[in-house]
């Protein structure tokens, strides 16, 4: 929950924009939401998005356990943003057709550098979805003309240190 300096962002973020891209095209712009007033009203979209979701699409929600996140969101508990202090969200051209990829290829990159900065990062699935579907969230957040948001990513200063990385299983390969 403590908050980073702005400069450590916007360094982590010049890291993210080497990532490669469709014709190198360099699609991906950048939204922070730094100011905590202002991450508090985006988790408040989430969680109005995840109420509309539980009343008009039930089968959806209940797959994405979304009576369970509103509950805890009204009794105070963050499990939309797990209390971190920022989100950084890739977006880019609906029209143009690399965006998507080129988004989602950056915010891995500002993923696996985050901890070269002592950051711990998250995916912020429930956000991006959200900021994609629910008109009062992409009003609010006020992203250019044109733009769709591809990938949301919280930030902040990790609460645990991890003595080895996540199990995985092997993986799946085919050759011919």
Request: overall charge neutral; glycine content about 4%.
């Amino acid at each position: 929950d403590q908050a980073v300096e702005k400069d450590r962002i916007e360094q982590l973020i010049k890291i993210a924009s080497h990532a490669p891209s469709g014709h190198n095209r360099q699609p991906v712009c950048w939204h922070v939401i730094h100011e905590r007033d202002r991450l508090d009203a985006m988790i408040s979209h989430v969680a109005d998005w995840m109420r509309y979701m539980i009343a008009e699409q039930p089968e959806a929600a209940r797959a994405m356990n979304m009576e369970r996140v509103v509950a805890a969101y009204e009794a105070g508990i963050d499990t939309i943003c797990r209390g971190a202090p920022h989100v950084i969200c890739a977006h880019g051209l609906k029209q143009d057709r690399t965006s998507h990829a080129a988004c989602v290829i950056a915010m891995t990159y500002l993923d696996l550098a985050a901890p070269s900065f002592e950051l711990g990062t998250c995916w912020a699935g429930f956000f991006n979805a959200a900021a994609m579907f629910w008109p009062p969230m992409k009003e609010d957040l006020a992203l250019p003309a044109g733009h769709e948001p591809y990938a949301a990513m919280m930030i902040g200063r990790p609460k645990y240190r991890y003595q080895r990385l996540p199990l995985r299983k092997p993986p799946e390969m085919t050759w011919s």
